[in-house]
Nanobody
Framework: QLQLVESGGGLVQPGGSLRLSCAGS????????IGWFRQAPGKEREVFSC????????NYGSSVKGRFTISRDNAKNTVYLQMNDLKPEDSAIYYC?????????????????WGQGTQVTVSS
């Protein structure tokens, strides 16, 4: 079956780091650009990063640029998100999703497959 599974979330102190993973199965993983999204309670879902199907290009939103890095290993059907210098406002459920195409389109409506999310909490 088609699925994406996020992992690696947890509780960290401000300034700390986490590495999230997004593992895909049941579809042609290397055909899809993958986006990272996050949503905090009471707030709208934010798309903040994506990576093209080949991994050749990446996009970042201003809220995370310079702190987060997206990468992928298509041989492992996995996309990673390295998060550094985490801030309390980064606290959210983090989702990965596969979009309809090889290139990045940072719009929720373009994404076909979604994981169930992994919680990231940044707090002292």
């Amino acid at each position: 079956q088609l699925q994406l599974v996020e992992s690696g979330g947890g509780l960290v102190q401000p300034g700390g780091s986490l590495r999230l993973s997004c593992a895909g199965s049941g579809f042609a993983f290397d055909y899809y650009a993958i986006g990272w999204f996050r949503q905090a309670p009471g707030k709208e879902r934010e798309v903040f990063s994506c990576i093209t199907s080949s991994g050749g290009n990446t996009n970042y939103g201003s809220s995370v640029k310079g702190r987060f890095t997206i990468s992928r290993d298509n041989a492992k059907n996995t996309v990673y998100l390295q998060m550094n210098d985490l801030k309390p406002e980064d606290s959210a459920i983090y989702y990965c999703a596969a979009q309809r195409g090889a290139m990045c389109v940072m719009r929720t409506a373009f994404h076909n497959y979604w994981g169930q999310g992994t919680q990231v909490t940044v707090s002292s």
